[in-house]
């Protein structure tokens, strides 16, 4: 019985260490990567409600503005390998050759009519460094997106205000 009440301890402070873990700031923001980014926004005052999801084409980099109203809520983006898969397991195909998770963590669901249904761009994007971007599956108020990329290359974030805006680049 003691025997089983020290393993259900350290494995409790294991898995409470590696939650705590994920959720700690890393990554550098505004500079050019392939690491993971991570960010808590704990200042974050204002409810943060996806507005729209823009793709474009700028020169040496395309980039994906995700817009909010509110503020910019705690985000997750890291390169992933396939296969890509929602809450169920089924695997959701992305074009593309190499891939980008971005994890947008703590959004309320919009059920209320001044909050719309957020605009995101939907199919294969002619675009030289990015293919497409996909919703994979809102979830306890997670929203994941796959973005599949034609090389791997470095990516740059940056958040900004006026709006709230969380800003990736993929250099081409």
């Known amino acids: 019985m003691k025997k ?16 705590f873990a994920q959720w700690e700031d890393s990554g550098k923001l505004n500079a050019w990567t392939a ?20 793709v474009a084409k700028n020169k040496g980099f395309d ?11 705690p985000f997750r983006i890291e390169y992933i390998k396939p296969p890509i898969t929602g809450t169920a397991d089924r695997e959701i195909k992305v074009s593309g050759k190499y891939f980008v998770s971005i ?3 703590s959004l309320p669901y919009p059920d209320d009519e001044k909050f ?23 979830f306890e108020g997670d929203r994941p997106f796959a973005v ?3 090389d791997k ?16 680049d993929f250099k081409q």
């Open 103 to 105: 994890i947008l963590h």
């Open 35 to 54: 690491a993971a980014i991570l960010r808590q926004n704990k200042d974050s005052k204002e409810t943060p409600y996806l507005k729209e999801v823009r």
């Open 116 to 138: 719309p249904e957020a605009k995101i761009p939907t199919g294969k994007l002619n675009l030289p460094a990015v293919s497409e971007v996909r919703e994979i599956e809102w």
């Open 153 to 168: 290359k470095p990516y740059r974030v940056q958040q900004l205000k006026n709006p709230a805006r969380l800003v990736i």
């Open 4 to 19: 089983l009440f020290i393993l259900t301890l350290l494995l409790t402070c294991a898995f409470t260490f590696n939650a």
């Open 148 to 150: 599949g990329l034609k």
């Open 63 to 73: 980039r994906i503005v995700f817009e909010f109203l509110g503020d910019i809520p």
